[in-house]
């Protein structure tokens, strides 16, 4: 089992024991109504790495990292032995319910339990034929053959959503063997013969024949409705597609069709040499008496898992303890391009935690170092769809996560742009950072960089050093950014990612530049009346004047404001 199927398995198991805390002690973490978490009753930044195992974690501490999702699996790294291990480091802890018994319930080093992960994560509908606008269509499903002697192929017979019953009948190599289907006409006339099957221009032809006719073989120029471009994509070098093998006459009542493949593998062309193996595959027939094939009904794609699974978690880690905080882990699904789903999912995927998060690595995710901007732009728009008393956390990319599905040049972030990424992500209003170390292609638990563990020691430690703002200093008073404009077409709103913090008798602006160019933005603040900006940890201030005040930003810089 690799790491992310123990993680989600970690997410999804609904299947353990454990026993309801009577007396607790009163709870070590909690949630202040503006969404932050206490811990022993202080302001507490959760800063955290993804799936890692007991023997790293120290390492990981002295970066400045105070919490932690266990990796490994249970019999390797029990479960209380990894709490206590955080518990003597100072950190805590974020476990999957799974891990839940009398060892793990209520104990000190316990931040939260994880009750679903990426469960998000779209499927494809299912492929529905709407016979609506034809009522004498005649439908059948082309694994249901009644006479079947075709080899089923493994390779091309998989479950997938895109097709009719999610099967089909498949064979390859030989491809040799006939299949029969019987079906009742109740309305006579002249039908249109359609079929859906493995794309022909690179499959066998058919030869059909309709009760006791003279054979019909499909032509090699065979073409697809449509002219290709209705050819649905089944990964792994398979689609499917409807064809016309034509018109035939039909009277009322029983008659047969019977497939066989014919020898001769189209492979691209029609004028080439056929191919000596087979492939074939049929998935659906249908008879029609208007000349197209039925249309697919309008679907819309669901969640690999509904709400109500991290509903039953939920109920569970709180029918066991109370008082436990629970969160979830969800992709950028939410936000703009990767937007799959209807937000009716997303309203229940966030009423069912107390915490709320995602995760998005555009540079090794997706090898689209331009979309850095995203991070903190999803960021806000989870803010903005939680209600206030929940938390939203995020998770960075902190290395090259060597990812089989991305091209060979994809890379992970550099210092800069994991800073960039962090301190967009506070300044769009997260209350948590979790790190992503992983690779996989070989698998690595920690592919970061010297370079950027260099730079998480400094980030962390200045987010530690910021908790108590950062968590607590939520304000209605507003902060303005003006003279921010880019041509960066990813950083929707401006150049310039910012947050005002009001706590101590102090004002704070948390801004990062976005962007891959210098820009000197201007920043005004309603009911301000300090005379300077002290830039934090820079030795330098900056003169204020009727709450505004203007500072030069670096690419992917980032700068932090005090105003007394």
């Known amino acids: ?47 955290f790495v993804w799936a890692q195992p007991i023997k790293l974690l120290e390492q990981w501490r002295v970066l400045g990292i105070n919490s932690a999702v266990p990796g490994e699996k249970p019999e390797i790294d029990p479960p209380k032995a990894y709490l206590d291990k955080l518990n003597a480091a100072g950190m805590m802890g974020l476990f999957g319910v799974e891990m839940m018994n009398k060892e793990t319930i209520g104990h000190p080093a316990l931040l939260a339990w994880m009750v679903e992960h990426e469960a998000d994560s779209a499927k494809q509908p299912a492929y529905v034929a709407d016979l609506s606008g034809d009522p004498a269509a005649i439908w059948l499903e082309g ?8 080899e089923r192929s493994e390779w091309l017979d998989k479950e997938h959503p895109q097709l009719s019953g999610g099967h089909w009948l498949t064979t390859e190599k030989g491809g040799t063997g006939q299949a029969e289907w ?64 034509g018109e035939v006459n039909l009277t009322v009542g029983k008659h047969t069709l019977t497939f066989e493949i014919a020898p001769g593998r189209t492979l691209g062309n029609p004028e080439t040499e056929p191919g000596k193996d087979a492939i074939w595959a049929v998935d659906a027939i249908c008879f029609t008496t208007v000349a197209t094939h039925p249309p697919a009904k309008p679907s819309e794609p669901q969640p690999i898992r509904l709400p109500k699974a991290e509903k039953d978690s939920y109920d569970k880690v709180k029918t066991a303890d109370s008082n436990a905080l629970t969160w979830n882990v969800l992709t950028a699904g939410f936000y703009g391009p990767y937007s799959k789903l209807p937000m009716r999912y997303y309203e229940e995927f966030i009423r069912w935690t107390d915490i709320v998060t995602f995760d998005h690595y555009p540079i090794t995710g997706w090898n689209k170092p331009d979309r850095l901007p995203e991070v903190g732009l999803a960021t806000a728009r989870l803010v903005a769809l939680s209600p206030k008393n929940k938390p939203v956390w995020t998770i960075v990319e902190a290395c090259d996560q060597d990812l089989a599905w991305t091209a060979k040049d994809t890379r992970g972030p550099t210092p800069a742009e994991m800073r960039a990424e962090v301190w967009s992500a506070i300044a769009n ?11 996989f292609n070989p698998f690595r638990w920690d592919n970061v960089t010297a370079e950027n563990k260099a730079e998480m020691k400094r980030t962390n430690s200045e987010l530690t050093e910021l908790a108590a703002p950062i968590c607590l200093g939520d304000t209605g008073k507003t902060l303005t950014v003006t003279n921010n404009e880019t041509a960066d077409k990813e950083a929707i709103g401006g150049a310039i990612h910012a947050v005002r913090k009001e706590y101590g008798g102090k004002t704070y602006v948390i801004a990062v530049n976005v962007t891959r160019a210098p820009v000197t933005p201007i920043f005004q603040l309603a009911d301000c009346r300090a005379k300077q900006a002290a830039a934090w940890k820079e030795n330098r201030t900056i003169k204020v004047q ?16 005090v105003l007394d």
């Open 429 to 439: 209003g997260a209350k948590g950072i979790g790190y992503f170390t992983i690779a």
């Open 182 to 245: 019987s079906f009742k006409v109740e309305k006579p006339g002249t039908y249109h013969l359609w079929v859906r099957e493995f794309t022909k221009p690179w499959a066998n032809p058919t030869r059909w024949v309709l009760d006791n006719n003279k054979p019909v073989e499909t032509p090699r120029d065979l073409p697809l409705s449509g002219g290709g471009t209705e050819v649905i994509d089944l990964g792994g070098g398979q689609g499917v597609a409807w064809a016309n093998y």
């Open 1 to 47: 089992m690799n790491i992310n199927s123990y993680v989600s398995a970690i997410a999804c198991c609904s299947c353990f024991i454990f026993t309801v805390v009577a007396d607790a002690a009163p709870p070590r973490v909690k949630l202040t109504n503006h969404g932050a978490v206490l811990a022993d009753g202080k302001p507490f930044l959760p800063l």
């Open 546 to 561: 009727n709450g505004s005040f203007s500072d030069t930003f670096e690419p992917l810089a980032v700068h932090v404001y």
């Open 143 to 150: 694994e249901a053959a009644e006479k079947n002697t075709i």
